[in-house]
């Protein structure tokens, strides 16, 4: 019973979050001259097949970005530079996969690696930093993130190849493209194959935290870390090497989209998704299925937002203020019902019969 | 949770953070006067062409190139009876969002779709086929692949020939000989400006000086960095120069303050619109010119055509001698050598000058 109610519990409190944050956005844009019952129909509308698409895929991204963060987060690392880890990996991995020093799917699998091996070194200086020099990661990857878009933008700007008034990189060989499902007609385009990274990444994410010694430690780490440390945690080692595997996912976000349909890194390289992955681990409390829902969320919101404007006139910053209200909400109820909890227990262990207790005693 | 809490205060700033990373084209700016009549889809409602307009991040409002756009569209509704719907892009967005924008306008039955921006050539690439009967213009857009696409236009300017004519202002204006260009973000389409200009300060006078800055390397954020654009222009006074242009969208409002500061003699040269008309009183007094980029022209022209059922195709560019580019004369501070600048815009229509495009 108490299982099931907690379950209940954990569930109100984004659900209540995102209502509130609903109700939130609908007041700004009634009061800004649009129509609160237009928004919440569009947004509620079933979504076109293309856009039931670019949702699947979407929320791939939006997921490895997220669960890149999550690894940090729940070591108490904040690694803010998941932005600049995958922009570096992302223009790596798009420029290998150019070079096509490879066959067929070897170039992707290569491609792969130098992505996840770019992302973790990028992410590897802040852990160095942290290690040796006692330097704060999140002031170190906020800083490596800025470095990142001046290199990858000094390298395309230099390297490479001119297309209209932009630059992009090699495009990648037709024999090492990946091809997507297609559920719909053509228009409606593909699912991105390489979207499966996201639930393999997923699911080793949950393996290795909840069933491996070093997930243990990492959780012990977040915990408590003096206590870790008292217990025989090599804190410095756990630091190095989380802030690797956080950087291995961040490597990971870019491909499915750079394989399944971009084919080379330029104009269409997509900004800003290591952001939106902390709001996402945020909002999943960093445990990998609510991640999924998280993400999923997001990008259904991105997703709608078109129609918004196109079809009500509402602009589409709306869509990031709900999404930011969410965030915050989310936070605030999960603080609320913590204490619920608490309380609850409480008053369970104040109920429960005391050993040679008088009935009196118990009922007061 | 005090951890928790911060976190969140961290993720909202990330939104919010991307929120400023401005993905603009690049150095387009408060263009010729939009600011009273603004467009207004809602209320136009003639029975000539159905205008479909997909903006870059900013919309309507930007006091950017996106407003340049929407003075085209909006003469066309006062001059053609045209309609028009509005879609608007988001930072950080999907390419797949592109699309999308594009494909809901055609599937409204729009055309022509006006694309504002070249980040809109791919996206315009793969939807343009699928609706051989709508015509798609791209400004500043370009053809990512060989296959030409016969119902897409791609509107690009010679900013390279407005930036020499006030290359030639600088250059005559300067007492000290030594002027500076101010860039964004340093991408081929910005060159094109520092490349013209740098031509036609040197056509004036061979050994004038030119300091060449750029805010950022590939950040678009250096399109809308005014502290930036300050720190950048104050140094170029700091070190002789007396005249700077920049080509560096929203940047561009620090580099007038530092004309402000630096004081009498210290001029700044606009970019894009007659920024004169929207400048404050003491910054008005600083600026020389501006660089004219007719996002307009080109606008209201590809809504035109396809009134007249002759859309336009391929790629079509605005120069001088469509007055797709020019200068400004608001202020009266280049009135007396108008002949002089007048002289070289004949010079390269008749193409006895050609401007470099790269420097």
New interface residues.
Partial sequence: MTRLRNIAIALAAPLLAIVFSLAVTSLVIQISGGSASDFISILFSWPADRLLVNIANQTSLIYLSALAAAVGFRMNLFNIGVEGQYRMAAYAGALFAGAAFLPGALNVIGALLVAVAVGAAWAGIAGLLRVTRGVSEVISTIMLNAIAITITGYLINTYGIKAGDSRRTEAIPESSQVPGWQPFDKAAGEVWTLGLLAVIAGVSFWLVLNKTRFGFDLRATGQSESAAIASGVNSKKMTMVTLLISGGIAGLIWMPSLFGSAHYYGTTFQAGLGFTGIAVALLGRNRALPIAFAALLFAYLNEQSNRLTIEAGISVEVIQITQGIIVLAVVIAYELVRRYRLRAEEREVAQAPRPGATTEEVSA | ?G???A??A???L??????S?DDSDGGDDNNAGSGGNALD??AADGDGPKVGIAYDVG?QGDKSFNDAAAVGVKKAVDDLGATC?????????????RE??L???AD?GHNPILAVG??Y??AVNKVAP?YPDISFDVV?????DDEANDNVA?LGFAEEQGSFLVGVAAATKSEAGNVGFVGG?????IK?FEAGFTAGAKAVNPDIEIQVKYL????PKGFNDPAAGKATATGMYDQGADIVYHASGGSGAGVFQAAVEAGDGKWAIGVDSDQWQTASETEQAHILTSMLKRVDVAAFDAISAVDKGEPLVSYQVYDLKVDGVGYSTSGGFVDDITGDIDGYADQIKSGEITVPTAP
């Fill in positions: 949770m951890k928790i809490t976190l969140a961290v993720a909202v990330a939104l919010a953070g991307c929120g990373d889809c809602s919309g719907t509005e879609a608007e892009a988001t930072d950080g967005e999907a390419e797949s969002a999308d924008r494909r809901q306008l409204g070249f980040l050539s791919e699928d500043d857009g370009f053809d990512p791609y973000v340093n991408s081929d389409l094109k950022q390397e590939s950040d």
